[in-house]
């Protein structure tokens, strides 16, 4: 699936070749809810980098988070302007871009189920709607993006 997006003042669009655009996991780690989550958590979705194509690259700031006490390699990209997160890149995999739900105007398809990971640092002032027979996890999951999607039978095929 092809996607679209954008920061919020306009500065950066960008677009790439997703093949897992479904927008199920919610992560509450503290890095994804304090750069980008605005229900206390993040969704990201998961793209092919060699079909990342950015206007406004000049507009683009890079945070690395620290974890354990070391910085991450992942690199996370935000509009210098607004605020905006936009994506996330790792060079441990260097073939996927994984944009935030959050900044994709194009219309996303609905996910039959959403799953919930890194429950163990969720604040308590997150609730989870009880009522949803959810799939939760205290730290990772144990499907990737494209083996959810798979199961699922969601897996876009790309754009020719």
């Known amino acids: 699936m092809h996607i679209k997006g954008s920061c919020y003042c306009g500065a950066v669009r960008f677009s790439l070749n997703a093949a ?3 927008p199920y996991l919610r992560c509450y780690c503290s890095i994804c809810r304090k750069t980008a989550g605005g229900g206390g958590f993040a ?4 793209g092919l980098k060699d079909s990342l194509s ?8 890079v945070f690395n988070a620290m974890i354990d006490g ?10 210098s302007k607004c605020g905006s997160a936009l994506w996330v890149w ?5 073939e996927l871009v994984h944009p935030f739900a959050s900044a994709i105007d194009s219309a996303l398809p609905k996910p039959p189920e959403h799953v919930h ?22 730290q990772y999951p144990d499907r990737s993006l494209k083996d959810w999607h798979t199961h699922h039978g969601l897996l876009s ?4």
């Open 70 to 79: 070391q910085q991450s390699p992942a690199e996370r990209r935000f509009c």
């Open 90 to 94: 790792d060079p441990r995999w260097p």
């Open 117 to 138: 990971i890194m429950l163990s640092v969720k604040p308590d002032w997150v609730c989870l709607d009880e009522d949803q027979d959810e799939t939760c996890f205290q």
């Open 157 to 160: 095929p790309e754009p020719d």
């Open 54 to 61: 950015v206007q406004g690259d000049d507009c683009i700031s």
């Open 20 to 22: 897992t655009p479904v």
């Open 43 to 46: 969704i990201n979705l998961g």
